[in-house]
Antibody
Framework: QVQLQESGPGLVKPSETLSLSCTVS????????WTWIRQPPGKGLEWIGV???????TYNPSLRSRVTISADTSKNQLSLKLSSVTAADTAVYYC???????????????WGKGTTVTVSS | QSVLTQPPSVSGAPGQRVTISCTGS?????????VHWYQQLPGTAPRLLIY???DRPSGVPDRFSGSTSGTSASLDITGLRAEDEGNYYC????????????FGGGTKLTVL
């Protein structure tokens, strides 16, 4: 079955760029859509964005100006970059498989375990 | 502030039934975009519990059920068990701002 594993630096300095990877096993990433979600400490889930088959992306309007999601099919990996980070970006970051039917019928059926990122000097 | 509104907490005794509400608007649930639910047990990643308003993925007990009405959705849990204690999130799609995925703020379920 599909498994996802997030990885990346656990500590990022303010104003720098957060960079994370998600390695997918059990299925080629080219067959599905993939998404990133984050969860600040003690708070709820926030959707970051999605990458589609053709490499196109859709982002949360609140993060759009700072986020880039990409995919490397040769490595079967996704990546997330979030620029100009502040303490408010401290969170557990999850990657997940994103299933979409008709417009608006979209949900996440397989999740990684998440990776914790702290923004601090 | 979340686009979808959930009660911060609910509680119930073992064996009882609880309902978690999720209130949206005409740009998400009211526009008939589907609602999905996730369960997050302590220290773990979220798990898909209900998709497409009321369907259960394989392995989810039929004690969990979902429904929608107007601009709201509900998650019902019957025969409450201690292992159900955790946080529950609703999720839908919002057509504003070119469209994006939205979550509820989450509801903490306590089994008394």
């Amino acid at each position: 079955q599909v498994q996802l594993q997030e990885s990346g630096p656990g500590l990022v300095k303010p104003s720098e760029t957060l960079s994370l990877s998600c390695t997918v096993s059990g299925r080629s990433i080219g067959y599905y859509y993939w998404t990133w979600i984050r969860q600040p400490p003690g708070k709820g889930l926030e959707w970051i964005g999605v990458i589609y088959y053709n490499g196109s992306t859709t982002y949360n309007p609140s993060l759009r100006s700072r986020v880039t999601i990409s995919a490397d099919t040769s490595k079967n990996q996704l990546s997330l970059k979030l620029s100009s980070v502040t303490a408010a970006d401290t969170a557990v970051y999850y990657c997940a498989r994103y299933l979409e039917g008709t417009l608006g019928f979209c949900y996440m059926d397989v999740w990684g375990k998440g990776t914790t990122v702290t923004v601090s000097s | 502030q979340s686009v979808l509104t959930q009660p911060p907490s609910v509680s119930g005794a073992p064996g009882q039934r609880v309902t978690i509400s999720c209130t949206g608007s005409n740009s998400n649930i009211g526009a008939r975009y589907h609602v999905h639910w996730y369960q997050q047990l302590p220290g773990t990643a979220p798990r898909l519990l209900i998709y497409g308003n009321s369907d259960r993925p394989s392995g989810v007990p039929d004690r969990f059920s979902g429904s929608t009405s107007g601009t709201s959705a509900s998650l019902d849990i019957t025969g409450l068990r201690a292992e159900d204690e955790g946080n529950y999130y609703c999720q839908s799609y919002d057509s504003s701002l070119n469209g994006y995925v939205v979550f509820g703020g989450g509801t903490k379920l306590t089994v008394l």
